[in-house]
């Protein structure tokens, strides 16, 4: 009785994403002493018993401590198992008992981020992440980290930042249906993310609906992107005599020479970087795909400077905080805006623009698309799985449209002259102008 409920304890936690080996493998243990000293519930004097037969008193506080933790849990069904005292400093410390939400609780706490604020996109997501947090028990943390290509048929791939690894959350039909009422109505406000929309029915989305909503966002709020002076003027902020200004120049450069996404910046290592025989990058994109880029001869450049000062990190990420740890995006931003407003003395129209990191990506997107005249290549460049995302930067870049112009054969017009009549003639030179009579056309 008490093997099979540290099986059915087991599963539930390797369900929430723990291997939970070494821990399977002690409670495991402790079932099988038990049931030779003929108990089949918690007993607390034979699990203090069992646990003081290590020999290292740190290993009798971690064997007491998993046996506490499993009490706990099965005392919720089974209220005849004991709950052992804390023995050999097992427990130093006391966590505060949380409080548990009831289903009215949550769905108070529902309709009310439904109903706070004025914008109706941000309505929609405190409400659909209080509904997914409550129905998935996920972590703050994982949930405001999903992305559109974790969402399958199947639940959720989650990625626990805790471990760094993955796992699979299987969804409720009436959860997958909310999440999908979600993306339907969050796609006119996001047009330029290349997500990959998929339907939780197992039915897929119209492209023709996609892409309708998708260009009228496109054309109603229009793209921005960066000249070639606001760009060096932001390239020109950063000190290059300290080693965060070092540090600064080359994330900018990357970031615009590759057109990456925050995500893909921040999360480059230094083992992606190859410099020798030919400087190139390997990005890890959206949806688990890899590209490799060419660098500049500039990007090289501010990456080999910053290499040079960046010393031995203890992280492997190539750009790294003041405090040592991984560049986040809320980071990266704090790094552009401040950049931005140096930059801005110098060059004033960039007073007069949002700028985001996103910006720099619409920028070399531009960038490539006018050296090239190549769609094709600007959508290998930036990564995205569908051309119909690139297309987006043709209804911006006018040369695009001037080309297309002048490669078209003009329709021939018949050929002919006019001819001014005496009277009209006569009326212009008085500079009055003949109303009684038409003129002959």
């Keep these: 009785m008490l093997a099979q409920a540290v099986e059915s304890y087991l599963k539930v936690r390797r369900a929430c994403g723990f291997e939970f080996k070494c821990q399977g493998n002690l409670l495991q243990s402790f079932a099988v002493y038990s049931n030779r000293r003929g108990r089949q519930h918690i007993c607390s004097d034979v699990a203090i018993e069992w646990a003081g037969l290590a020999e290292k008193v740190e290993r009798r506080a971690r064997r007491l401590g998993e046996v506490i933790r499993f009490a706990r849990y099965i005392r919720a069904e089974d209220p005849s198992h004991e709950l052992p005292p804390p023995a050999f400093g097992s427990e130093k410390r006391q966590r505060a008992i949380p409080y548990i939400f009831s289903p009215e609780d949550i769905q108070r706490l529902i309709k009310a981020a439904s109903e706070s604020g004025y914008r109706t996109l941000r309505r929609k ?4 992440l209080f509904a997914l947090l409550a129905c998935t028990g996920l972590r703050v943390s994982e949930a405001i980290r999903l992305r559109f290509d974790d969402i399958t048929p199947d639940g959720l791939v989650v990625r626990c930042s805790k471990f760094r690894k993955s796992r699979l959350v299987p969804l ?13 109505d969050r796609l006119p406000y996001a047009p330029f993310d290349d997500h990959v929309f998929i339907s939780l029915r197992r039915k897929p989305l119209l492209i023709q609906d996609v892409d309708t909503a998708f260009r009228t966002a496109v054309d109603r709020i229009g793209l921005q992107h960066l000249t070639v002076e606001e760009m060096q003027a932001i390239f020109d902020a950063p000190l290059p005599t300290t080693r965060y200004g070092i540090r600064d120049r080359a994330m900018l450069h990357l970031c615009f020479a590759g057109g990456l996404r925050v995500s893909e910046l921040i999360g480059l290592r230094v083992n992606d970087l190859t410099l020798h025989p030919h ?11 890899q590209r490799c880029l060419p660098l500049w001869k500039e990007t090289t450049s501010t990456l080999r400077a910053w290499l040079t000062v960046r010393g031995n990190a203890a992280v492997p990420e190539l750009f790294f905080n003041a405090r040592g740890e991984p560049m986040t995006r809320s980071g990266f ?5 401040k950049h ?13 623009k949002r700028i985001s990191p996103h910006v720099l990506r619409h920028t070399c997107a531009l960038t490539v698309l006018q050296a ?4 094709r ?6 990564g995205h799985a569908n051309m119909q995302t690139t297309e987006i930067y043709t209804r911006t870049d006018p040369s695009i449209k001037l ?16 001819k001014a009549t005496d009277e009209l003639i006569a009326s212009l030179q008085n500079g009055t102008i003949m109303r009684s009579k038409k003129i002959p056309t």
């Design 333 to 337: 931003e704090y790094i552009l805006h």
């Design 403 to 418: 080309e297309a112009l002048e490669s078209v054969i003009p329709p021939k017009l018949r050929s002919g002259r006019f």
């Design 125 to 128: 997501t405190y409400s659909t």
């Design 372 to 375: 090239t005249k190549d769609l």
């Design 172 to 184: 409720h039909e009436t959860v997958q249906a909310g999440i999908q009422c979600y993306l339907e």
């Design 340 to 352: 931005v407003r140096t930059a801005a003395t110098s060059c004033p129209s960039l007073s007069a």
């Design 377 to 382: 290549k600007v959508s290998l460049w930036l």
């Design 279 to 289: 400087a190139s990058i390997l990005i890890h994109g959206k949806g688990r795909r």
